[in-house]
DNA sequence: CTGCATCCTCTTCGATACTG
DNA sequence: CAGTATCGAAGAGGATGCAG
């Protein structure tokens, strides 16, 4: 009985699967197609590893994720039919949080591994040259450890994040503070203002510097309007 | 830093302001229309006094609630712009338990006091005589003191719900099981087989008894198809 | 009755380290 | 790579008390 809320009501059922610390971010990944423990370990960085093996062991017994085994002691995570009807939730969400939580709070929370692996999927290959190219994100203002990342994006196999020096040539440096990336990505500012402010200053490749706009998808909520701060 | 999840997306940002527990319970209250300490209290029983204060303080320090003073130390609460944009989750999330949570799962989770308030706020008052009506309801299986819920509707003042004997003449008295009255409500089983199947007795006013799927305004979700067992 | 505050116990979460 | 093990701290629930 402990932890549940001894009542009948479908929404007291349903918040007792879905309203678990940490749930909602959890069933994000899966919806953005996370399915691997240490993919999903990444968008859920502060979770400790005991707690994500709990909470899909339960998400599993709800009926709201399946396993498969994919080679020995390997596993797969993927969302049910029922999973996947959460995504107008899950996305509603998110939602009513660009509208109404103040973006303050928001860029309260800044965190660049974080960032780049949001960035790493939403980024668009199209507006990109039709070869592998190599973008390199400094934030100035962070501990040395923490400044530098690259986004790899090759028209064959996709996109990757690295958190380390991949020793390519990097066709475009974008150096700005993690607040002013954070902020470009969640629709609070445009490159162009950025840039124009001095906040953002785009080296290399001229013809991937001037799309950046492009390229760069943003979070899926950067377009609702705000109605808080 | 505690109880954030340290990330700036707004579906993360939202689960923080929302998915506390109770949190998404005492909305529900409130989208339902309760504004009182002690009506809140009847939805979320189960909840202590104090966590329920605190709730309250915490969502409206988070833009969802304000509150006024109707008289010397009593206040109201009541939903803000931002907490009347939350009903498309909080009844989406009904219904998602609705389709996927085992109706078994809601049906161990039996409670008289919470089904009678629920009932009193989904009676319809149209299809009813007008005048005041008592509705008696009648718990068989459940220990004497929880026996006996008294529902009054009347066309000037509305729908109340009495957890102790009104002493008025009764024009309807509805004998079942508490299981059965909740499965009706839900939408798990109709008034005629119920009635059919000998779980539910009817005495009184015929014309109020032949009714009663009419009157009795079934749970919100009653209507959605399950798709678990 | 309404609207909390306090005290105490029990559970859960987070941090860190460690294993097949 | 894919998880377990351990332990201290924070938080929830229950009982009770109290002011207006």
Known sequence: MRGSYGQFCPIAMATEVLCARWTPLLIRELLCGSTRFNDLRRGVPRMSPTLLSKRLTELEKAGVVYTREIAKGTKEYRLTPAGQELRPLIMGMGAWGQRWVESELSLNNLDPELLIWDMHRGLKIEPLPERRVCLQFVFLNLPE?????????????????????????VDLYA?????????????????QKAIHHGQLELTGTQEIATQMQDWLGLSPFASIERQAG
Chains 1, 2 share one sequence.
């Open 175 to 191: 150096a700005c503070s993690l607040r002013t990336m954070t902020a470009i990505w969640m629709g609070l500012l445009t490159v």
């Open 145 to 169: 450890h923490r400044q530098n990342y690259w986004l790899l994006a090759d028209p064959n196999s996709g996109v990757e994040a690295c958190y380390v020096d991949p020793g390519l040539d």
